[in-house]
């Protein structure tokens, strides 16, 4: 225990490390806020007319589809329509309709709600006898918060990868590494200390990740820790084969940033992209990060089915890691 407590200890005065642990929490809490913020004002119409311009009626119709500003004069409401900061639609009488104003600045949504609106004012009448269905507005953000969220998870899964290799590779700067060649500890106690220390963290990490973004059920709430676990003791191999073949800090951050690169870049690009041939998805499940990342976004849908699938790939990523670590240490000790 004392050996734990001693990894535990250089781990926590190592400020890289510190702050990849935090790093996934800050982030999973901000998404967590973000996602309670209501973004429909941002495609609300809002329309300006200036005073004695437009007939009471057309001001009333236009009230229909979103607030209007009443402006003293044209150029006031020219003003208001080329501010950047806004995305007012200036509407002005032309003989019995009306003629739209626009900076040019503005979003695709409101160019077309520009174009459209004269000839939908001169259909008023006809379009007063047309049932109408309001559908509900689509959550943009919804689909790619779940994979911000995800990809965070993922980090904070896999950052017990970023904890051993640090860890190994300031023991061989410092010269603790040859002192504990001399220490009366063996290989194995050595390994289990470093899978320890990065297993450990990483678990905490990915826990309070969970905490603040996920409300499961507890069947899933047990899939998703089982996962966890898997998913840290895979990061934490990673760190072990990390530190031994590293020779120096910058060799180790090098390695480090693409093993992470890696981790998220199959998984996200196998969402966006929308992968559906059985070999590309047999291959993105050689990196350990794609069983995980596909296991968390059919937990948060709530289903859980294909999640145990993934369990058992992470499973048989621990077990192969595992065993080819323990297959080059027993290896390097024998030619050594």
Not at 62 to 77: A, D, K, M, N, Q
Not at 112 to 135: C, F, K, R, S
Not at 142 to 169: H, K, P, R
Request: charged share 15%; aromatic share 10%; with cysteine.
């Amino acid at each position: 225990m004392k050996g734990l407590w001693y990894q535990l200890k250089s781990v926590l005065r190592d400020r890289f490390c510190l702050m990849t642990f935090l790093l996934p929490v800050v982030v999973a809490a901000a998404l967590h806020f973000v996602g309670a913020v209501d973004f429909s004002a941002l495609s609300e119409l809002r329309f300006g007319v200036w005073q004695g311009d437009l007939p009471e009626q057309a001001v009333s119709w236009l009230e229909r589809y979103g607030p209007v500003t009443v402006y003293p004069t044209r150029e006031e409401l020219a003003e208001a329509v080329k501010e950047p900061s806004t995305n007012v639609i200036g509407v002005e009488a032309a003989g019995n309709g009306i003629k739209t104003m626009l900076a040019g600045d503005e979003l695709e949504l409101f160019r077309q709600t520009a174009d459209t609106l004269p000839d939908l004012y001169e259909q008023q009448n006809a379009a007063g006898q047309t049932v109408v269905h309001i559908l509900e507005r689509p959550d943009v953000l919804a689909g790619l918060q779940d994979m911000f969220i995800a990809a965070v998870l993922i980090v904070a899964m896999f950052m017990g990868c970023t904890f051993n290799a640090m860890n190994m590779i300031s023991e061989k700067e410092d010269g603790v590494a040859l002192i504990n060649e001399i220490l009366p500890m063996t290989h194995s106690q050595y390994i289990m200390q470093k899978l320890f220390v990065g297993f450990i963290c990483g678990c905490l990490s990915s826990m309070i990740t969970v905490c603040i973004c996920f409300g499961l059920s507890l069947q899933n709430g047990a899939l998703m820790l089982v996962m966890l676990v898997l998913s840290a003791f895979v990061a934490a191999l990673m760190g072990l084969f990390i530190g031994r073949i590293s020779s120096g800090l910058m060799v180790g951050v090098v390695y480090i940033k693409i093993v992470m690169l890696l981790f998220m870049a199959v998984p996200i690009l196998g969402f966006l992209v929308g992968t559906s041939q059985p070999l590309l998805m047999a291959v993105s499940y050689l990196v350990p990060s794609q069983a995980a990342f596909e296991g968390i976004m059919d937990l948060s849908t709530g289903s859980g089915t294909v999640a145990v699938k993934d369990i058992l790939i992470l499973l048989a990523h621990c077990i192969g890691w595992f065993l080819l670590y323990i297959g080059l240490s027993v290896y390097q000790r024998k030619k050594a």
